[in-house]
């Protein structure tokens, strides 16, 4: 079983910043990718930024310059720093991360966490 936890959200006003967590438990062989995704209301889910397993990174148009993905591999954890923020950042915010059981380690799998709300209003 695998297991993501996000941390961070909430509400924060128009030019602000939130930074959110997520940690990977459970049985790991490896982790390849992480990354983040959102959902606003009435919304497809997209991608919001993602990071390798080397560190290569990419965003959505509307992150770039704005945000940063950053990943901890030692600890299995990946945040997002989000920085001047704006009222359409609204959504709820999911962790998600291409994993390997030790069971199978040449498959890969992607889980989801719960999900984390981000409200930016005034």
């Known amino acids: 079983q695998v297991q993501l936890v996000e941390a961070g959200g909430g509400l924060v006003q128009p030019g602000g910043s939130l930074r959110l967590s997520c940690a990977a438990s459970?049985?790991?062989?490896?982790?390849?990718?992480m990354g983040w995704d959102r959902q606003a209301p009435g919304k497809q889910r997209e991608l919001v930024a993602g990071?390798?397993?080397?560190?290569?990174?990419n965003y959505a148009d509307s992150a770039k310059g704005r945000f940063t993905v950053s990943r901890d591999s030692a600890k299995n954890t990946v945040d997002l720093q989000m920085s001047s923020l704006k009222p359409e950042d609204t959504a709820v915010y999911y962790c998600n991360a291409v994993i390997s059981p030790p069971s199978q380690p040449r498959i890969r799998f992607t889980y989801w966490g719960q999900g984390t709300q981000v409200t930016v209003s005034s």
């Open positions: 990071i390798t397993a080397d560190g290569s990174t």
């Open positions: 459970g049985t790991i062989f490896s982790i390849n990718a």
